[in-house]
T-cell receptor
Framework: SQQGEEDPQALSIQEGENATMNCSYK?????LQWYRQNSGRGLVHLIL?????REKHSGRLRVTLDTSKKSSSLLITASRAADTASYFC????????????FGQGTELSVKP | DVKVTQSSRYLVKRTGEKVFLECVQD?????MFWYRQDPGLGLRLIYF???????EKGDIPEGYSVSREKKERFSLILESASTNQTSMYLC?????????????FGPGTRLTVL
């Protein structure tokens, strides 16, 4: 499967701690994206990193991409209870523009 | 703000019924997608469309069909609903921007087939 695989499947931390989620994939990509899903809702796009980029920041989010290892990580710094959600990585496969393959997600719980 | 709406948040149907799930986006996006989401399986692509009257099969098209008569509307059809189609259905749309497409999702429809 070309699907992104996420690790860990579930993560529980205290408010203020950092949360790190990892994503691995198997094919060449145009870009890798991270999405967030609150319970029972649709997904919301967080950040996109192109295949020629290594690191990207957006507020408390930091994403890294290592195309040689076919892996990415999402770091949420100084987590808050409101960050509790499921986080999905999605890859846009090279030369298949527009179509995304999603991972199974990491369920993050941030305890106050 | 991009808005993607789905016709129902919750739907209960009986086995064998024909089911229509509607999705409408208001940002003139070319691309539209239907996924189903099941615990432990993540999001799986059912069908997608790059333009009006165009459709492409995703990873799990069996038992489903789609219709895109207008650019803003993408319908998912379950010709004869079965219990294994009980799931959360998510619609998404995106603007074609070669290599940087991000998808905007609707709130989802939780379908139960009895």
């Amino acid at each position: 499967s070309q699907q992104g695989e996420e690790d860990p499947q579930a993560l529980s931390i205290q408010e203020g701690e950092n949360a790190t989620m990892n994503c691995s994939y198997k094919t060449s990509i145009n870009n890798l994206q991270w999405y967030r899903q609150n319970s029972g809702r649709g997904l919301v796009h967080l950040i996109l990193i192109r295949s020629n980029e290594r690191e990207k920041h957006s507020g408390r989010l930091r994403v890294t991409l290592d195309t040689s290892k076919k892996s990415s990580s999402l770091l949420i710094t100084a987590s808050r209870a409101a960050d509790t959600a499921s986080y999905f990585c999605a890859i846009e496969i090279y030369n298949q523009g527009g179509k995304l393959i999603f991972g199974q997600g990491t369920e993050l719980s941030v305890k106050p | 703000d991009v808005k993607v709406t789905q016709s129902s948040r919750y739907l209960v149907k009986r086995t064998g019924e024909k089911v229509f799930l509607e999705c409408v986006q208001d940002m003139d996006h070319e691309n539209m997608f239907w996924y189903r989401q099941d615990p432990g399986l993540g999001l799986r692509l059912i069908y997608f469309s790059y333009d009006v009257k165009m459709k492409e099969k995703g990873d799990i098209p069996e038992g489903y069909s789609v219709s895109r008569e207008k650019k803003e509307r993408f319908s998912l059809i379950l010709e004869s609903a079965s219990t294994n189609q009980t799931s959360m259905y998510l619609c998404a749309s995106s603007f074609s921007d070669r290599g940087t497409d991000t998808q905007y999702f609707g709130p989802g429809t939780r379908l139960t087939v009895l």
